[in-house]
């Protein structure tokens, strides 16, 4: 419904199309969001690990692939839709969970203060402010570029992240009435974030100079800098990576919203400041 006015605000006729395909998004997330619990609960974390790598490996070659074929931003699209169905066909088929058309009014009511913040979270995290922004302030080029950058540092952070981040919400939900042993398992798996990321993250800023234009050619060398950045925020996140799940697992699903839309509040005074400068 507002994919022609945003694209005739933005002067950006590709918006058209795009937005409409990025919104099955959301049919996928929601598909697989009760699988994803039933796991979670269940503790069936190699099948979870198996599920978040498979579903970041076939967005990462869906995006690869589109953007060597040409396709620019459609690329950027195609990948984000690909991560949310293989993520959610994953969780189902993992879970042996189907839907039914059922309505339980007792489990709505219980589970409306917790789920009503939860479902805003990650109606926060689909709105990529950031990448609207710098499309309509700085073009389609430089959003491409943005994309690229953001696409590859997430790639990474899924795969290195991602597994634990959904261990450890299980983990730490099982052990809020014991904050000895949830302290001790926070701080050893913030560690082992840190660990694994670190490297990696500063080994990508350290090459990207030379990786990017030999795998992807010399036009992507303009994304250097944003990937290098990416990186030195990877390093960053990776020792709070895990303080969602340390603040959701104890039932404060509110805090966490609150923080998420300070976030997008900051991430759109900075943009609009800073976008002189180029991304």
């Not at 995006?63 to 839709?81: D, E, H, I, M, T």
């Not at 997430?154 to 981040?165: C, E, F, M, R």
């Not at 974030?193 to 990508?204: H, I, N």
């Amino acid at each position: 419904v507002l994919a022609a006015p945003l694209a005739h605000a933005f002067s950006e006729p590709l918006l058209v199309g795009l937005l409409p395909v990025l919104g099955l998004r959301i049919i996928f997330d929601l598909a697989g969001t009760v699988p994803r619990a039933v796991l979670g609960r269940t503790m069936s974390f190699d099948k979870m690990a198996v599920r978040t790598t498979l579903a970041s490996l076939f967005g990462g070659i869906v995006c690869l692939v589109a953007l060597w074929l040409g396709y620019g931003l459609w690329a950027l699209a195609l990948s984000q839709l690909t991560l949310s169905f293989t993520g959610a066909a994953g969780s189902i088929l993992a879970a042996r969970w189907w839907p039914r058309f059922q309505f339980d009014r007792a489990a709505i009511r219980e589970l409306a203060h917790f789920g009503g913040f939860s479902s805003g979270i990650n109606l926060v995290n689909l709105l990529n402010l950031d990448q609207i922004l710098i499309g309509g302030l700085l073009g389609v080029f430089q959003l491409g570029l943005y994309g690229f950058a953001r696409r590859i540092f997430q790639i990474l952070s899924d795969v290195l992240a991602g597994p634990l981040n959904s261990v450890s919400f299980s983990l730490l939900a099982s052990l809020q009435h014991d904050e000895a042993r949830r302290r001790d398992a926070f701080q050893f798996a913030t560690f082992l974030s840190a660990l694994l990321s670190f490297p990696a993250f500063a080994g990508l800023a350290a090459v990207a100079g030379d990786l990017v234009p030999l795998l992807f050619g010399p036009h992507w060398a303009g994304a250097v800098f944003a990937l290098q950045a990416f990186s030195a925020i990877g390093i960053l996140a990776s020792i709070g990576v895990l303080q969602s799940s340390l603040i959701t697992s104890h039932g404060n699903a509110d805090l966490w919203f609150v923080y998420l839309l300070i976030k997008q509040v900051v991430t759109v005074v900075y943009v609009l400041l800073f976008n002189g400068m180029g991304i």
